[in-house]
C-alpha cells in the first residue's frame, strides 16, 4: 500500500503549476488530488499525493517547497482512493492537537535583596 503526502499550501500559490511540476516529475494525474476550496476565492488550499518510496516522497516535498507549502504531513499505509478531503483534514486536526507547539519566550523575574527603585509608595 502506498503512503499519502499531503502539503497546505497558501492561497496566493498557483495550483495549476503544482499539478504541471507533479506530472512533470512523473506523478500521474491519478496519484494526486487538489481540494480547492468554492466558497472563498482567497482560501488555503489542500493537495494529496501517492508517494511508494522515500525518493518520491522527498522528490513531491521538493516540488511542494517550490510551490509555497506552508506545512506537509506523511500519512502511512493509505492509498489515494482513501485519501478524501474530510479524512485528510480530519488526519491534519488530530495532528496538530497533538503537537507540542513553541511558547512564546518568558522571561522569569528572580527575587531581588531588597527594595529597588521599581518599587512606589
Known amino acids: 500500500m502506498s503512503n499519502i503526502l499531503a502539503g497546505l499550501f497558501e492561497h496566493h500559490s ?4 503544482l499539478e504541471s511540476d507533479l506530472e512533470n516529475s512523473g506523478i500521474p494525474i491519478s496519484d494526486y488530488i487538489v481540494y480547492l476550496n468554492s466558497e472563498a476565492s482567497n482560501a488555503q488550499y489542500l493537495v494529496s499525493v501517492a508517494v511508494k518510496d522515500n525518493g518520491q516522497v522527498d522528490s513531491a516535498r521538493s516540488i511542494f517547497s517550490q510551490n509555497a507549502v506552508i506545512k506537509t504531513y506523511l500519512f502511512e499505509n493509505m492509498s489515494i482512493e482513501q485519501a478524501n478531503y474530510d479524512t485528510i483534514k480530519k488526519y491534519i486536526d488530530a495532528r496538530n492537537k497533538a ?6 519566550d518568558i522571561k522569569i523575574k528572580t527575587a531581588s535583596d531588597g527594595m529597588n527603585s521599581e518599587v512606589k509608595f
Request: a neutral charge; proline letters at 10%.
Open 14 to 17: 498557483d495550483y495549476k503549476k
Open 99 to 104: 503537537e507540542i507547539h513553541n511558547s512564546p
